[in-house]
């Protein structure tokens, strides 16, 4: 499994990025796509997850509102929209995919990840 993110760059406080990762290869049919982000200094961090077949997202509490993630299933891609953007927000940020349909946020829990794409939100 490959997953290719894509969507960072630097952008202004109450701003907006919208970020894409595409997943290719031999994935379940039923599985768990999510965002993480790691800001310099800091461990990784849970960002949002959802459920390839079944409803329910999950979200950490400092985006929840502010952050929606969505998915095409015909094109195996999931999405970040992200609004309101906060120079806390800064990071890069990485998509992963867990082969079980938990929706969970415990990153041990994905078995592959992306490359990661920077976001910066400057004040």
């Known amino acids: 499994v490959q997953l290719q993110a894509s969507g960072g760059g630097l952008v202004q406080a109450g701003g907006s990025l919208r970020l894409s990762c595409a997943a290719s290869g031999r994935t379940s049919r039923a599985y768990t796509m999510g965002w993480f982000r790691q800001a310099p200094g800091k461990e990784r961090e849970f960002v949002a997850a959802?459920?390839?077949?079944?409803?329910?997202?999950n979200y950490a509490d400092s985006v929840k509102g502010r952050f929606t993630i969505s998915r095409d299933n015909a094109k195996n891609t999931v999405y970040l929209q992200m609004n309101s953007l906060k120079p806390e927000d800064t990071a890069v940020y990485y998509c992963a995919l867990d082969l079980s349909e938990t929706g969970t946020r415990y990153s041990h829990a994905y078995e592959y990840w992306g490359q990661g794409t920077q976001v910066t939100v400057s004040s």
């Open positions: 959802i459920r390839w077949r079944r409803s329910g997202d």
